[in-house]
């Protein structure tokens, strides 16, 4: 049977976070891409405003990372990591040491962002074990946080339709509040002035509630980019680091948005001055070619477990068939080679003032009632249509996608941008017209 439109059978392949029968209604359908486009099946060119899903940051179908790809699958296509090696595992592990923030340079590879949230929770917890403090049993989360899909990230993660159909998941875990607060800082450009001090409730609510000793880490998204660009008020971080390193507690960044260059910086850490004892990442790590995650850890937190085991022993139970996946692995290689070499954080960061100026263009718009950015992200959020939330953005979203050709990402009623970093002036201002067009028609 051809593979046109009218004859694909799109009944199988049950989608992850997608009304499957309103997609499969009428598809939207990317056959192929390259550089800040995407193609689709009735021939359109589409420009990409969201990086896929925040992760295509050097763009599609980079030639080098492509290569890589090509050249590792036809030489090493599998290797495991359990008990043996490859090279390209131990390389892109430097590799990734190497634009990391000081300290944290040693890596635990998976397969994408959940896994990594997952791993760095483990490592936390038996960190305190394997130093004898096993009462440090409790995780501390955020509300509206988005860690991922697995137990562990579901747990601390705070959004409820990720939580209520799953049982009780983690135990003992509690949330921060979240930071976002727009009637003292609607429509600020870059970080907001007000709210540092929702931080400080780590100490005065949580830790005096649970005890300081219980507690073996904090996660946080350093910008909550899944629920809809929420950033930390200034200070808002640094308070956090504080407060965790006065008692002994695990900072964990979850950077699987914020890496590689989303704000003009390796990290977000590096943006903010703040490094946290962990680092999660996935997403840009390949640019997104092949899956690929993983954590950065502090050396010390490392050689905790190093210390704790006879030389002949595992030191930690836990891995995955495909950690450290040859092609992965030359994915990531090449990929941080590209961003280095052809200087792509400092493209965003140049970018970035343009981005925002274009962004805030669109204040006064219709149903516009706030607008977030910080180096190439930006959220618009929407007043919803009393009784329907998420339509109106939902609504947007198609209108951008079949009649301006602009591909945006929305949440909830919340328009979320966050291009490819080699974005130029002439697509920022394709992307920012197209959805103001929209915006003025709906
Ligand atoms: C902050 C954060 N953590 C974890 C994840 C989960 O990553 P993945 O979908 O690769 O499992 C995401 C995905 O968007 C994320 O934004």
Redesign the pocket.
Known sequence: MPDTPQARDTSHFWMPFTANRQFKSNPRMLVSASGMYYYTDDGRQILDGTAG??CVNAGHCHPKITEAIRRQAGELDYAPAFQMGHPQAFEAASALASIAPAGLNRVFFCN??????DTALKIALAYHRVRGDGLRHRLIGRERA????GFG?ISVGGIAGNRKHFGSALAAVDHLRHPLDMARNAFTRGLPQQGAELADELDTRLLSLHDPSTVAAVIV?PIQ??TGVILPPVGYLQKLRTICDNYGILLIF?E??TGFGRLGTAFGADYFGVVPDMI?C??GLTNAAVPM?AVLVRQDIHDAFMDAAPENAIEFFHGYTYTAHPLAAAAAIAAIDVYTSEGLFTQAATMAPLFEEAAHSLKGLPYVKDIRNLGLVCGIELESIPGKPTTRAFDIFLKCFWEKNILIRTTGDIIALSPPLIINRAQIEQLFEGLGDVLRNI
Request: aromatic share 8%; charged share 20%.
């Open positions: 899903l925040w994408d962002g959940s896994e990594a949230v988005y860690h991922g899909v990230g998204e980019g899944s979850d699987v948005i999660t996935a997403k995650g």
